[in-house]
């Protein structure tokens, strides 16, 4: 009898430790995963940067700062962060037409108030000016308020993704914001999962991950 229980301790060991080695290569292969991705991303924007007017990069960053507390870094604002087709990589990076500059303004002013709100705690900035070139590229549509850089797209770098209920909370707690303050803003905000976001202040409305207001959880409460 003793022999059976030490047998079947051993096997229910064995069994926990590899499923704990399972695990972990994939975990590793994750981050590993992510890790290169940051850095090829990197070197694309280092190898665009050093193309570019210094003066121009200087000026464009210098814009934000003279009316935000804390503006973004220099690669957040001329970079899209969101998928792009292996072809398109090296056109999303860029700066707009200085006459788009301020155009950008007022969706940065709201999403800084969100976070100074306590709304979220971190962010990063994923998209906000598209260049004609790579709207065609990623088939975007032809009246996004990207083009002419009135939106800004950011990912909320917490709560964890992976935390379903979390994730919930955070966008009903965005979307109280919008239904009670959304008018007043003229703010436009899309809301396409993954703690992922996009704001304008061009019209009061909003929409989900297809892009229509049927998916919005803004209004399903």
Same mark, same amino acid.
């Given at each position: 009898?003793?022999?059976?229980?030490?047998?079947?301790?051993?096997l229910?060991?064995?069994?926990?430790?590899?499923? /704990?080695?399972s &695990?972990?290569p994939?975990s *590793?292969? $994750?981050n590993?995963?992510?890790g @290169?991705e940051? /850095?090829?991303? &990197?070197?694309?924007?280092? *190898?665009? $940067?050093?193309?570019q007017d210094? @003066?121009?990069?200087k000026e464009?960053?210098?814009?934000?700062?003279s009316?935000?507390?804390?503006?973004?870094?220099?690669?957040?604002?001329v970079?899209?962060?969101?998928?792009v087709?292996?072809?398109?990589?090296?056109?999303r990076f860029?700066?707009?037409?200085k006459?788009?500059w301020n155009?950008?303004?007022s969706?940065?002013?709201?999403?800084?108030?969100?976070?100074?709100n306590?709304?979220f705690?971190?962010?990063?900035?994923?998209?906000?000016?598209?260049?004609?070139?790579?709207?065609?590229?990623v088939?975007?549509?032809k009246?996004?308020?990207?083009?002419?850089?009135?939106?800004?797209d950011?990912?909320?770098?917490?709560?964890k993704?992976?935390?379903?209920t979390?994730?919930?909370r955070l966008?009903?707690?965005l979307?109280?914001?919008?239904r009670?303050?959304?008018k007043?803003?003229?703010?436009?905000?899309?809301?396409?999962?993954?703690n992922?976001?996009?704001?304008?202040t061009?019209?009061y409305?909003t929409w989900?991950?297809?892009?229509s207001?049927?998916?919005?959880?803004?209004?399903?409460?």
């Open positions: 009898m003793m022999n059976k229980i030490i047998i079947h301790f051993f229910l060991s064995s069994i926990f430790l590899l499923s /704990s080695c &695990k972990q994939n *590793e292969q $994750k590993t995963q992510q @290169k940051k /850095s090829a991303l &990197k070197e694309q924007y280092d *190898e665009w $940067k050093v193309k210094p @003066k121009l990069l464009y960053q210098q814009f934000f700062a009316f935000m507390k804390a503006p973004p870094p220099l690669m957040e604002l970079t899209n962060r969101n998928f087709p292996k072809n398109c990589e090296y056109k860029s700066i707009p037409p006459k788009y155009n950008l303004k969706s940065l002013l709201l999403l800084e108030k969100l976070h100074q306590e709304y705690k971190s962010y990063t900035i994923t998209a906000t000016y598209r260049n004609p070139e790579l709207n065609t590229c088939d975007g549509a009246k996004s308020k990207h083009i002419q850089n009135f939106a800004v950011f990912h909320i770098l917490n709560p993704e992976t935390h379903k979390d994730s919930e966008e009903q707690k979307c109280d914001f919008w009670k303050e959304g007043q803003y003229r703010m436009g905000f899309g809301v396409y999962g993954n992922r976001f996009h704001i304008d061009q019209s409305r989900g991950k297809d892009y207001a049927k998916t919005s959880p803004c209004l399903k409460h």
